[in-house]
């Protein structure tokens, strides 16, 4: 079993709608990131958080440490959100490394 | 700031040959990373430094990569000899922070492609 675990693995909806990318982990962690890596291949780091919820104009991350669980929203969806979405987490043992989730493939349709 | 420049941004090699990958971090950074990404992998830490010193190196796959930094502002990444397994997209990140747990800034990638 991987130790950062998104879902779903792809994912294909309507411009403007709601979207949820989730992610879970197995190992306790400092920080939990939310990349995005568009068409181009291109790396942006969207989010860092240890606790409670962030917001970037139509995005939301939000982690509940109990549950080992993170999710990615993005209200209003657009086209130019199609794009994959990599979480990611720093184990709390700084010796670890940092361990990435698979991807979640968003395609956003006109 | 430009952000994190990498170059080149494509190479194509031939088995056996040396591939030399060039960074320059965000001015002001403390940590550098190198990461290679797959598709069957996915993204991978290879290696990373902070204040020019390598902490961690137990991603590099082999004796055949060696990554070195000799200053605040540059980094490399060797392969000697490359092969075709290594064919990937490596990128190079900085951070502000110490260690793995900050914000970090990724580069544009080089995609490497060893025939």
């Known amino acids: 079993k991987n130790e950062v675990e998104q879902s779903p693995q792809n994912l294909t909806a309507q411009e403007g709608e709601f979207i949820t990318i989730n992610c879970s982990y197995s190992?306790?962690?400092?920080?939990l990131h939310w990349l995005q890596q568009h068409p181009g291949g291109g790396i942006v780091s969207l989010f860092m958080l240890s606790s409670g919820k962030k917001k970037h104009g139509r995005l939301i991350a939000t982690i509940n440490i109990q549950e080992k669980h993170s999710s990615l929203h993005i209200t209003a969806s657009h086209p130019r959100d199609s794009a994959v979405y990599i979480c990611?987490?720093?184990?709390?043992?700084?010796?670890?490394?940092?361990?990435f989730g698979k991807g979640t493939r968003l395609h956003i349709l006109p | 700031d430009a952000g994190v420049i990498q170059s080149p941004r494509h190479e194509v090699t031939e088995m056996g040959q040396e591939v030399t990958l060039r960074c320059k971090p965000i001015s002001g950074h403390n940590s550098l990373f190198w990461y290679r990404q797959t598709m069957m992998r996915g993204l991978e830490l290879l290696i990373y430094?902070?204040?020019?010193?390598?902490?961690?190196d137990s991603g590099m796959p082999e004796d055949r990569f060696s990554a070195k930094m000799p200053n605040a502002s540059f980094s490399t990444l060797k392969i000697q000899p490359s092969e075709p397994r290594d064919s990937a997209v490596y990128f190079c990140?900085?951070?502000?922070?110490?260690?793995?747990?900050?914000?970090?800034?990724f580069g544009p990638g080089t995609r490497l492609t060893v025939l």
């Open positions: 990611a987490v720093t184990p709390m043992n700084r010796d670890d490394k940092i361990i």
């Open positions: 430094f902070n204040n020019n010193v390598p902490i961690d």
């Open positions: 190992v306790g962690i400092s920080a």
């Open positions: 990140a900085s951070s502000p922070s110490q260690g793995v747990g900050g914000e970090q800034f």
